[in-house]
């Protein structure tokens, strides 16, 4: 579905948003490899995450329309027993939900693990017995599943949390996830001057709140933190969320261009 995803965003963004049916039809099926038809996909996306919705006969991308502020973002940090999600697994689950400027949900839990290496625990501070009785992979992913929603998925290195979730999410039969992506490391290179973007030289620079550094949900919070200070430096051109996701991956000569362009207009 990843192609799918990435062929539809970019689709959208040459059309203000919007693709007719014709347009989104064709995209789906060259793109895609399961047998279902058109309708039925649609659907999937949703239950992926993905952004989309029907509206006056037209396919429109929600986050081209709504204010980055009164997006939802769900900013969230995962602890593993290993760096690798062939081999490895969650074993905490930390995540907030962060909408104008402050958090409104959320969602912590342990995840139930038989192998927990030693300097995982030396580094975490979480022990075997606190994930004998944790939930199972599968409830907690469900759970999590829901709790996301079609929000932008946050995270600092955002490919990592999301790539292990994501396969994760497919290993227990949830799919891929469709909700859009930004990373925090991007986005505070492009707001805040710092000699590091590490997320425990920023917590402790910045002031971000109480840090338990190595914890999922502690993680979250000073990262849905760190994003609320990125959003006070944002450049005036950025007003819808996928103004945002642009933003947070352009380079110096985009932002220069467009600025340029924003002083022509005015």
Known sequence: MQK????????????????????????????????EDVDTLFLLLQASGYPIVQSEGKYKLQTFFTAYTEQKYCVIDLETNGSKPETAQVIEVGAVMFQNGKVIDRFESFVACTFLPEYISKITGILPEDLLDAPSQLEVFSKLRIFMEDAIFVAHNVNFDYGFLNHSFERFGLG???????????????????????????????????????????????????????????????????????????????RTLINLENKHKT
């Open 4 to 35: 799918v995803y990435e062929a539809l965003t970019s689709a959208f963004r040459r059309n203000n948003g919007y693709l007719s049916v014709a347009s989104y039809e064709r995209i789906v099926q060259k793109n895609s490899t399961f047998l």
């Open 176 to 254: 891929n996830i469709g909700n859009q992506q930004l990373c925090s490391i991007d986005l505070a290179r492009r707001t805040i001057e710092s000699e590091r973007y590490g997320l425990a030289y920023l917590s402790e620079t910045l002031d971000l709140g109480v840090h338990t550094q190595h914890r999922a949900f502690s993680d979250a919070l000073v990262t849905s933190n760190l994003l609320k200070l990125s959003f006070k430096n944002l450049p005036k051109y950025v007003q819808v969320s996928d103004d945002l996701l642009r933003f947070s991956t352009s380079s110096r000569k985009d």
